[in-house]
């Protein structure tokens, strides 16, 4: 097995959170159970994926403060808050407070864009200002400022019994040093560079204006090397990589069937840049743990990276996450270098 300049320091999970209408409560629990037997097996971190009106996690952060009162250790992120759904005082607001709660562990991932559906959503999220919202960088700045502690008003003081302060409170130090962006185009991996965030690369980039033959692990890795060119660490600057890996090590010969038909279904769009915005997805990798270790160590991206966020399949059932962590934790991540948190 060829080694890696980077050996794998964080190991970590990303999950969708799916639940059924009829039964929310069921599904959210499921989520919070899958966070806590992360902890225990020594993962550093845990993801939610964002989903508006669809049935998936469409608060995130109350996840994050339950599951921070459920655990002690494991760090707890966001992969990533369509910002165009939020207001950047509020939401700042929202994640320092869970900061607090949590002793520092959280690390938000945001975006920017419209809103997905914006057409058909914007009358009820933006009825009297859809048409001047702004959905560009500038809202992840504003949100960057104001966890940061700069000023959110041109008042502080006391009026009557109350004191009001000029930045948001509760105000958590480490928190701004945690903000990650969520980029799979060269302009969003210079752009998060610039202004000292952390870069989470997906399963998901832009193949922009290139040429085939397509490599999704070269152009990751342009993006990769993008960012830290940008940002002040330089080299030191944090990405984590959010591939679907699958180990089957302790998977029935029914799970293994099932991963592989999933994994299958979802190759044909690997082969080529897909839609206008010519995303390049990455095949799921489904095998052993020293098979999937194998060909991370072969992967251009993985390479320059010591974090990532394995994301967990959509749709699987419950049992099916426990044996994925379970192999993760005990099978791949040594093989690729990583030793569990205490």
Known sequence: ?????????????????LFDEAD?????????????LGERLGFDSAWLRHRHLQYGISSPVAVMAAASQRTSRIELGTAVIPL?????????????TVDILSGGRINPGVSVGPPMHFDEVKGALYPDTADVEDFSYERVRRLLDLVR???A????????FEVFSDRVQPHSPGLGRRLWYGGGSLSSARWAGEHGMNFLTSSVVKAEDREGPYDFAE???SHIRAFRAAHPDGEEARVSQGLVVIPTDSASPEQRAKYEEYAARRTPRTASPQGPARLMFA??????????AEQLHAHAAFREVDEVAFALPFTFDHEDYVQILT??????????GWRPGA
């Not at 300049?5 to 970590?12: D, F, H, V």
């Not at 929310?24 to 806590?36: A, C, K, M, V």
């Not at 165009?84 to 320092?96: F, S, V």
């Open 327 to 336: 192999d993760m934790a005990a099978k791949l991540g040594p093989a690729l």
């Open 1 to 17: 097995m060829p080694s890696t300049p980077r050996p794998l320091r964080k190991l970590g999970f990303l999950t969708i959170g």
């Open 24 to 36: 929310p409560r069921r599904g959210h629990e499921s989520t919070l159970e899958i966070i806590e």
């Open 283 to 292: 095949p799921d990798i489904v095998g052993t743990s020293a098979e999937i």
């Open 219 to 221: 152009i990751q890795l």
């Open 149 to 151: 502690g700069e000023p």
């Open 84 to 96: 165009g759904w939020e207001n950047p005082l509020r939401l700042a607001e929202d994640l320092a």
């Open 153 to 160: 008003s041109d008042f502080s003081g006391v009026q009557g």
